[in-house]
């Protein structure tokens, strides 16, 4: 039996079309397949990657804790999940932390606790989740009801109930659909999959100050934005506010699959023994790996330098446009990153990520219009330049027809 790309369409379920090629090992930002080509990622496996392939920091937390313990559930406590909590709290707006293993859990769970809250607060009448057109939370049918993508809640069968949704960065259509009803409003703080659309100016703190006006919780996806993704540890913290829940996964593991719910002490009493939970929830070695991703990424120089390598990552963008004229914008924040293509080449992001694995470079698609780059946030300036080099070479392939 060969171990290629056609064993995928016998074996697996097919929702995903993985790309021919299959890496099989990882050094910082470079990827080797198993002809042994190699490639420079930007992609990070979907923002996940945030240190690289192997640092060493979190390859020795996951052994040394593999040589410790495994698992326990949650009848123990365990010592790597409440020293990652008590560096969660100490650093972040949060009071309390449940731990999860990936997006859609923290968000399922922080719109239960939201509707939970408002029971108990409330009172039941008080159920109205508002979100976003276009946004994005996850697969789990609550959670991708809330997303604003009904492509992907429909044909499933009767919809979770009380969710509404308004465009993003429109302040008065929220305000219009919000009432006494309203329970929680949830967004992400720069849309990631919607095809990376900021907030405009005062939309982050609007949105604050109308939870407030309504008594509704202020729910923010930080799944993709995240652990230093943006140049802060979260993007909240570019705005000024608070919210009430936050989500957080992918870069939290570094590629380790871990997740978190942070909220604030208040509306942690909503969960009561029992009213929530998961068995892997807190897992000894997803909490060690996320450990020590926190303590490299909690740093100011590695902060700041998300941001330095932002901005070499637009300049050899704006570069290679200025030669190929494929691009409308370049947008995004920090190391998340995207670049919307013009009208005349609408549809063919995932032509311009064929060609760039074909140069030996991977980015991310958003949507069918938008390039999206999503890298480590320690990549070497020298791979930044290699990597656009070959991207450069990528668009022109794809511009030449
Ligand atoms: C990826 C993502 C999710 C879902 O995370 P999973 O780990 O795939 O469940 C939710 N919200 C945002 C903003 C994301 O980018």
Redesign the pocket.
Same mark, same amino acid.
């Given at each position: 039996m060969s171990i290629d790309r056609a064993l995928f369409d016998q074996v697996m379920v097919p929702n995903y079309a993985p790309s021919a090629v299959i890496p099989v090992r990882g050094e910082g930002a470079r990827l080797w397949d198993q002809q042994g080509r190699e490639y420079i990622d930007f992609a990070g496996g979907?923002?996940v990657n945030c240190l690289g392939h192997r640092h060493p920091a979190l390859v020795d937390a996951l052994k040394q804790q593999a040589d410790k313990l495994w698992h326990l559930s949650n009848v123990y406590t365990n010592e790597p999940a409440l020293r990652l909590a008590a560096k969660i709290t100490a650093d972040t707006f949060a009071e309390r932390v449940y731990f999860c /293993?990936? &997006?859609? *859990?923290? /968000?399922e769970a922080a719109l239960k606790l939201a509707r939970r809250y408002a029971v108990d607060h409330f009172g039941a009448q008080k159920d109205q989740i508002i979100a976003f057109d276009k %946004?994005?939370? &996850?697969? @789990?049918f609550f @959670?991708v009801t809330a &997303?604003g993508q009904p492509a992907y809640s429909d044909g499933f069968g009767p919809k979770p109930g009380a969710i509404d949704h308004v465009p993003y960065n429109d302040l008065e259509a929220l305000e219009a659909a919000m009432s006494e009803r309203t329970c929680a409003v949830l967004l *992400?703080p720069l849309? &990631? *999959?919607g095809g990376l659309i900021e907030p405009v100016p005062g939309f982050i703190a609007g949105v604050r100050a109308l939870c407030d006006k309504y008594q509704a919780l202020m729910v923010l996806? *930080?799944?993709? @934005?995240g652990v230093g993704r943006t140049g802060a540890l979260y993007a909240y913290m570019h705005h000024d506010i608070t919210p009430d829940i936050l989500?957080s %996964?992918?870069g939290l593991g570094g590629g380790f699959?871990v %997740?978190a719910m942070l909220t604030t002490a208040k509306v942690a009493d909503s969960f009561k023994v029992g009213t929530h939970g998961s068995t892997y929830g807190g897992n000894p070695l997803a909490c060690a790996v996320a450990e020590a991703v926190w303590d490299e990424v909690n740093q100011v120089p590695l902060l700041q330098g998300v941001l330095t390598r932002g901005q070499r990552f637009r300049q050899h963008l704006e570069d290679i446009n200025a030669e190929h004229g494929l691009f409308e914008e370049v947008r995004g924040a920090g190391l998340l990153l995207g670049a919307a293509l013009k009208p005349a080449y609408h549809g063919r992001a995932r032509d311009v990520l064929a060609a760039a694995v074909e140069q030996g470079v991977m980015c991310l698609v958003a949507g069918p219009n938008v390039v999206r780059f999503a890298p480590s946030l320690i990549i070497a300036e020298d791979d930044i330049d290699t990597g656009m080099h070959r991207f450069g070479q990528a668009v022109a392939k794809v511009v030449a027809g």
């Open positions: 979907i923002a /293993n990936s &997006g859609a *859990e923290a /968000n %946004a994005f939370h &996850g697969r @789990t @959670t &997303g *992400e849309q &990631g *999959e996806d *930080e799944v993709q @934005t989500s %996964a992918k699959p %997740a």
